[in-house]
């Protein structure tokens, strides 16, 4: 069997899959991280898959962040090949984007640590999503939202401060609000500035970190289970009766 090969576009230096990036490669998912800064390829082709990590930036930030503007072309090739495709968190508002939602700074409560991520209905038949329960922590740290999807999306979860969670575009695009590559120990480093930035939104370090220790078993489960099924998905693709 050939290797699956995703090609993986992360923002800053110090971007990373985390955990995620073993857990795909046990399943025969080989990643290719590359930052936009060092310039990304022309196309998708060679790639079987595309992940694109969280970041700082709005996704029209192309003055700051130039390497966006082919983000979005890489994304826009994904959606019409069917290639399948991940954003998390920046990831997911720049799929939204690329296809007419909108994304805002700073219009709905912001999101710090270990929240509680609910399925919607829609969820129940869906390639990815279906295998997750009913509710799920997941850690999150976000202040932009995407308020509109665009108008082909399927709306796939929810939380309390954020409507929009999880969708998904065409038979194998998913954007995502949350981090499933994020775990308890990463969130225990976070240094003082982001503590400072956490407590600034109205977070108190000591209950978030407690909540992310008590929920670490629980949301590593599912997110181990989250990558799995989204590398059966990059290896085999979507059977005909599922896109249906």
């Known amino acids: 069997m050939s290797e699956t090969k995703a090609l993986v576009i992360g923002h800053s230096p110090t971007a990373s899959l985390r955990r995620f990036g073993p857990w795909l490669g046990e399943s025969g998912v080989a990643c290719t991280l590359v930052h936009g800064a060092d310039g990304l390829p022309r196309s ?36 019409e090949r069917h290639t399948p495709m991940l954003g998390i968190c920046l990831g997911g508002q720049l799929i939204a984007y690329a296809r007419g939602g909108r994304v805002q700074h700073r219009v709905l409560p912001p999101e710090h640590g270990m929240t509680e991520i609910t399925r919607d209905a829609s969820a129940a038949d869906d390639p990815l999503f279906s295998i997750l329960p009913g509710t799920f922590p997941m850690a999150e740290n976000h202040v932009d939202h995407i308020t509109r999807l665009p108008q082909e999306a399927i709306l796939l979860a929810h ?70 099924r989204f590398a059966d998905i990059c290896a085999h693709g979507i059977s005909k009766e599922r896109l249906g």
Do not use: K
Not at 46 to 52: Q, S
Not at 70 to 78: K, N
């Open 44 to 79: 998708l082709d060679g790639y079987d898959a595309l992940i694109v990590l969280g970041g700082a930036p709005m996704p029209d930030d192309d003055e700051h962040y130039p390497w966006l503007a082919q983000t979005r072309t890489l994304i826009a090739q994904g959606l």
């Open 159 to 228: 939380s309390d401060r954020t409507p929009i969670q999880g969708f998904r575009i065409g038979p194998c695009a998913w954007g995502i609000q949350f981090h499933p590559e994020v775990a308890y120990g990463n969130i225990a480093t976070w240094d003082s500035e982001e503590r400072n930035s956490v407590r600034a939104d109205g977070f108190d370090w000591d209950e978030l970190i407690g909540s992310a220790r008590a929920h670490d078993d629980e949301n590593t489960a599912v997110s181990h289970r989250f990558a799995r």
